[in-house]
């Protein structure tokens, strides 16, 4: 590590490095999603036991092997920066607590240049989905979210991103099964940061909620 690198610049490479993992994790899950949706879980055999001929079963398998290292990768490049947020903290409160409150906004997965050159870049401004239903006990209602809320950004998607593709984010949620998403979510006057963790219940799917393209989307 050069010298007199500060904590803060430690954080804005880490940051980089976590944006580029999961840029690479979306890149390989759409090769899962262009061979039939097939995800992390489908089978790659027909119902008499031969390999699919519908889909590329070795891209599919690479792929999976791919997104499974990455998630390996992602989860411990978290783990660093979670350590170096806390002691970015620290250094705040000792230095200037006027600083503090400014700190506790850092966003691990705001939008960002390239160089992620800005750690506390401004939230989002525009919904790329709306939830219209959340059903009770689901990981949606666990999560805190409501019929209603204009999501901002959904993990790694965000309006500068998102694709009008509902898809696309079905994909992530398949990809981050039982892992944190990060979510951006307003609701009223209020922007919200909640956590989604996307798994098996006792109900549909593994959200349990129901996203629609808000208006303003499907006027065009």
Not at 8 to 21: G, H, P, S, V, Y
Not at 34 to 60: S, T
Request: charged share 20%; with cysteine.
């Amino acid at each position: 590590m050069a010298a007199g690198t500060t904590t803060k610049e430690r954080l804005e490479r880490l940051i980089t490095a976590k944006n580029q993992l999961e840029a690479q994790i979306n890149r390989n899950g759409q090769i899962l999603a262009a061979n039939d949706n097939v995800g992390m879980n489908g089978p790659l055999v027909d119902p008499e036991g031969f390999p699919r001929n519908d889909i590329d079963v070795y891209q599919v398998r690479l792929a999976r092997q791919t997104i499974i290292c990455l998630q390996n990768d992602h989860k411990e490049l978290m783990n660093q920066i979670q350590t170096l947020l806390n002691q970015y903290h620290s250094e705040i409160a000792t230095t200037d607590p006027e600083l503090v409150n400014r700190a506790s906004a850092l966003d691990l997965d705001s939008d960002r240049s390239p160089g992620g050159a800005n750690i506390t870049d401004r939230a989002p401004a525009r919904a790329i989905v709306v939830v219209n239903l959340v059903s009770p006990d689901s990981p949606a209602e666990r999560a805190g979210l409501c019929a209603g809320d204009a999501i901002l950004r959904f993990g790694s998607i965000n309006s500068d991103n998102f694709k009008g593709d509902l898809a696309q984010i079905g994909e992530l949620v398949r990809n981050m099964q039982s892992q944190n998403v990060q979510l951006k979510v307003k609701r009223a006057e209020q922007q919200l940061d909640l956590i989604l963790v996307p798994k098996t219940w006792s109900g549909r799917g593994l959200l349990g909620c129901n996203i629609v393209l808000p208006p303003e989307a499907m006027d065009h």
